[in-house]
């Protein structure tokens, strides 16, 4: 009996110490010097590549699945399509970092909320660069904190590699969306996860390998 | 040399011209008809089939592929093998997906678009696709092959498919080819081979 009230403390003060150590996203990492000033994602940002991905949504339990399409058209803008394995359209977008245009949206996802959200995920995966204010590292990591208005991004670069591996868009205190990116060649992520801490809500992202 | 430019403009502008010919209203019936008898005989069907989604804006089409499986009445299989693989079944009201391994049901009263082509690929097997009363209809010719299109009349259906065009081959009068094209100038192309009609199919093939 006292050994599990023992056990019961232990996992508590284990409970205690993640969730406190989750509060502010740098807290754990020693802040360096500066090696750069600006970082250049190499993701997405060849014109002549179709960025196709499957892709699968869960939202809030209901899961959703389709391609996700990514196509850098011009300097600063991306169209993106989204459709059902069958084909069919369910949304178009073009984005850049300022503008924002919905060429078309099935009226069961035409919600403000939604687009909203997904436009702020979608500009967070095809930002082309981060301008770095500070820089800090943990053991396998450089990471870098760059403004993005109210909020901040954390860009995490594996020391071993040098690939962008992670980028946090978090607020001052709060954690808000992570992206997860697994690339073998580091041109082309083959493997990325979008997900939120404040909604249930994560993308997952398989790049489509074509024959 | 400019009779020969000449002469190689008429021919490809022959040729162009060739390739989509109104059919008479005797051709329809005749076409129809070849079709109906066909498609009564057609207890199961599966074929291979490669899904050609073409954007505008993309330099190449995707592309993915596998196989369909239908049985009469209603029971259909869309099974996605490459470059993943993604199984859809349309049985009894309800659509099952199996999307790599994880499982999901939905419902196609929820569902309506899902329905109508479920139908729609049904029908063109089976041949109660002409009666619909959901389509307009034109007929044209091509080289060894009819052509079919349907304009959906409805308008919900219409914002998403605007215009479905069935390709049967002459001879079998069966569908060698589906397009679905979407209101802008996007389509998917869905190229139907290795038919097999009327092997047998157990009911336990639909189940994902």
Redesign the interface.
Same mark, same amino acid.
């Not at chain 1, 394995?85 to 359209?89: A, W």
């Given at each position: 009996m006292q050994k599990s009230t023992i056990q019961f403390l232990l996992i508590n003060c284990l409970l205690a110490f993640v969730l406190v150590s989750c509060g502010s996203v740098t807290k754990n990492y020693t802040l360096k010097k500066l090696d750069k000033t600006s970082y250049q994602v190499p993701y997405f940002t060849d014109s002549? &590549?179709?960025y196709?991905y499957?892709t699968?949504i869960t939202v809030y339990g209901h +899961?959703i @699945?389709g /391609?996700f /399409?990514a196509?850098k058209?011009n300097d600063t803008t991306h169209?993106v399509?989204f &459709?059902t +394995? =069958?084909?069919?359209?369910l949304l178009d977008f073009e984005i850049s970092e300022k503008t924002f245009k919905v060429? @078309?949206i099935?009226?069961e996802l035409d919600r403000k909320i939604l687009i909203n959200t997904l436009t702020e995920d979608f500009r967070l995966l095809l930002k082309k660069e981060y301008l770095i204010q500070e820089q800090f590292e943990n053991e396998s990591d450089n990471i870098y904190k760059s403004k993005d208005g109210n909020r901040d991004n954390y860009l995490f670069i594996s020391k071993n590699g040098s690939k962008l591996e992670k980028v946090v868009n978090a607020s001052k205190t709060k954690e808000k969306i992570t992206l997860l990116f697994s690339s073998e060649n580091n041109i082309f992520a083959d493997k990325i996860q979008i997900i939120h801490q404040n909604i249930k809500l994560k993308i997952e992202l398989?790049y =489509?390998? @074509? +024959? | 040399m400019k009779t020969k430019i000449a002469l190689l403009i008429l021919f490809i502008s022959g040729n162009l011209f060739a390739q989509e010919q109104k059919m008479s209203d005797a051709e329809i019936a005749a076409f129809k008809q070849d079709v109906n008898v066909v498609s009564k005989k057609i207890k199961t069907l599966s074929t291979d089939f490669v899904q050609y989604k073409h954007l505008d804006f993309l330099s190449k089409d995707i592309e993915t592929s596998g196989k369909m499986i239908f049985k009469e009445p209603n029971l259909l299989q869309w099974q996605y093998k490459k470059p993943y693989n993604y199984s859809i079944v349309f049985k009894n009201g309800k659509i099952l997906i199996n999307d790599e391994g994880k499982k999901s049901a939905v419902d196609i009263g929820n569902s309506k678009i899902f329905g109508r082509i479920n139908k729609l690929i049904v029908g063109s097997v089976s041949g109660n696709m002409f009666d619909d009363k959901e389509f307009t209809i034109s007929y044209f010719k091509l080289k060894g092959q009819n052509l079919a299109k349907f304009v959906p009349k409805d308008a919900t259906l219409k914002k998403y498919i605007k215009q479905i065009e069935l390709t049967f081959d002459k001879e079998e009068a069966t569908v060698v080819q589906v397009k679905l094209l979407e209101s802008s100038e996007d389509y998917t192309r869905i190229v139907l081979k290795n038919k097999v009609i009327n092997a047998k199919i157990d009911d336990s093939v639909f189940t994902n």
């Open positions: 002549k &590549t179709d196709v499957k699968n +899961e @699945s /391609i /399409i196509k058209i169209r399509v &459709t +394995e =069958f084909g069919n359209k060429n @078309s099935v009226s398989n =489509f390998k @074509s +024959e | -």
